[in-house]
Every structure is written in structure tokens, then in C-alpha cells.
């Protein structure tokens, strides 16, 4: 299939498998497909299921109640990070949460883990659960967006004294109180990571609006995470967030991949 063929622009995340060369159901994005896009039989669209591929579909049908397509070409997903990446991001009001959600998917998070800290505004964690469904559309539509091919994990949330550093992972704790701590990029500069493996992870951990306690912050470092600066402002948890995110796959040499 020639590249210009890959060029369409419009990418779905559709979950069901999809076989080279088979006919497929596009049933849950006939309407996207019929009313809003005015797409028509012969047109091709991406379509990504979440095993790390994309394949190329060509339009068979298209009403706004059902659609369907045959898939005509394959390839690897080049989007899909290849270093795994965890945010354990404690809460935060309004849409900042969402914000931070459709950024790190299009920057790389591979696990999203929403914290309830002391001085977290949105409370309990149970409390959260309210907004999974909004929270996996934000990623879902970003994972489309950026290219990715799988769903980054939205954790369950988990208060603080559940906390732990997930095995086979450095772990980063940003704290703006932190006296003579390296910066995040020169921490994680420092590791031993192999190039072309997912593991060793690395896991940051980024306070609410209000700040990590330097109690909590003394509890993290004793659970294994390491003290780190994202510079000399104080940024908002959202802006750290995305800093971190950066810095740390800049440092990886992942921010390429
Ligand atoms: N204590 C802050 C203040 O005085 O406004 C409030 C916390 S800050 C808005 C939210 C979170 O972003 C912090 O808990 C920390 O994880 C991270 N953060 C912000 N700036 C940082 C910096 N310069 N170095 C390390 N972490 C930072």
C-alpha cells in the first residue's frame, strides 16, 4: 500500500479486532463517520484497537447508524512510547485534572494514577471514581489525536497511605521545598537505562494545588521516591505535571519515541 494512502486524516479508536483483509463493523463511529465528517463508501480512515497497530480501513457502508469497512493495510503504531511512564498526580479541581490527562497521553504517560493528599481539594478518592468515564474519553480522544495506538491505564485512585512505588521503577517525587535537591532532568539523566526497553519505569509523583507536606514528602523518599526540583518557580500542579513529564523523557532519550 503506498504511503499517500496512510494519509487519511481521520483516526478512531474502535475496540474490537480488526484482520487484514476482513470486512469490520464501524457501528460505533457510524454517526462521526455519516453526519459530522460526511465520509463515504471508498474513503479510508485509520482505526486503532489498542494492540499497538493501525490499520488502514476502506469505507464499505456509511449511514449514521451503521457503517462498516474492510481492512486493507496494517502497520506498527510509531506513536506508542516505549518507555513506561507513570504520573501519580494528586487531584485537582475542575478541569485542571483533564487538562493533565489529555497532555500526558499526548506526551508519553504510559499510567495515570490519581493521589488524594492531605491538602487535596477533591476528596475522597472514592469520590473520583464519578469521573472515569468522562476521564477515559479525554484520553481516548487524545490517544486518536496524537497518533498512539494504546490506552494509556487509568489507575483507580488511591489515598495517600496507599502510596507505594511500583516495582521495577525509579521513582520521582517533585517537591518545591526541596533545599539542594537535583533538578528532575539531572536525576534522571543519571539512571542506568537501556535504551530499548520499557522497564526500568519511571514513576512521578506531582502534589495538589495546595503542595505536598514535608511529611509526606519524608514518607515518599523513605518509600524508595527520589527528592527532585523542577526548577527555582514555583510552577502549578498542572504545569509541573507536563514539566516533569517533559524533562524526565528528554532525559531518557525517550522523547523521540
Ligand atoms: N507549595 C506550592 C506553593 O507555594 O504555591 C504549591 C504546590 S505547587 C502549586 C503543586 C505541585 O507542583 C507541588 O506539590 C510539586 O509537586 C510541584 N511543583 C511545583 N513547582 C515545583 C518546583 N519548582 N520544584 C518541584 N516541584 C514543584
Not at 504511503?3 to 487519511?8: F, K
Not at 460505533?28 to 490499520?55: H, K, M, S
Request: proline share 7%; hydrophobic share 50%; glycine share 8%.
Amino acid at each position: 500500500m503506498t504511503g499517500n494512502a496512510w494519509q487519511a486524516r481521520h483516526r478512531f479508536f474502535v475496540d474490537q479486532p480488526f484482520i487484514l483483509g476482513a470486512p469490520c463493523s464501524l457501528d460505533p463511529i457510524a454517526r462521526q463517520l455519516a453526519t459530522v465528517l460526511r465520509l463515504a463508501p471508498g474513503q479510508t480512515i485509520i482505526a486503532i484497537n489498542g494492540d499497538g497497530r493501525e490499520v488502514l480501513v476502506e469505507l464499505q457502508s456509511v449511514t449514521s447508524r451503521s457503517a462498516a469497512g474492510r481492512v486493507i493495510d496494517q502497520r506498527p503504531c510509531a506513536g506508542d512510547p516505549t518507555r513506561d511512564l507513570i504520573l501519580f498526580q494528586c487531584s485537582l479541581k475542575q478541569d485542571k485534572f483533564e487538562w493533565v490527562l489529555q497532555k500526558g497521553t499526548e506526551l508519553g504517560v504510559t499510567r495515570f494514577v490519581p493521589v488524594v493528599s492531605a491538602r487535596s481539594v477533591v476528596r475522597p478518592a472514592v469520590a473520583l471514581h464519578k469521573k472515569y468515564d468522562r476521564w477515559q474519553a479525554v484520553i481516548r480522544e487524545a490517544v486518536e489525536q496524537c497518533g498512539r495506538s494504546r490506552l494509556p491505564l487509568l489507575a483507580p485512585p488511591i489515598e495517600w497511605p496507599a502510596l507505594a512505588l511500583p516495582q521495577d521503577c525509579h521513582g520521582f517525587v517533585a517537591w518545591e521545598a526541596a533545599d539542594g535537591a537535583p533538578d528532575l532532568a539531572t536525576a534522571v539523566a543519571a539512571l542506568p537505562l537501556a535504551a530499548d526497553v520499557t522497564r526500568p519505569g519511571i514513576a512521578l509523583l506531582i502534589g495538589p494545588e495546595g503542595g505536598l507536606t514535608a511529611e509526606e514528602v519524608a514518607g515518599a523518599a523513605a518509600g524508595g521516591w527520589q527528592v527532585v526540583s523542577l526548577g527555582p518557580r514555583i510552577l502549578r500542579a498542572e504545569t509541573a505535571a507536563l514539566a516533569a513529564v517533559t524533562m524526565a523523557l528528554a532525559a531518557a532519550g525517550k522523547f523521540g519515541a
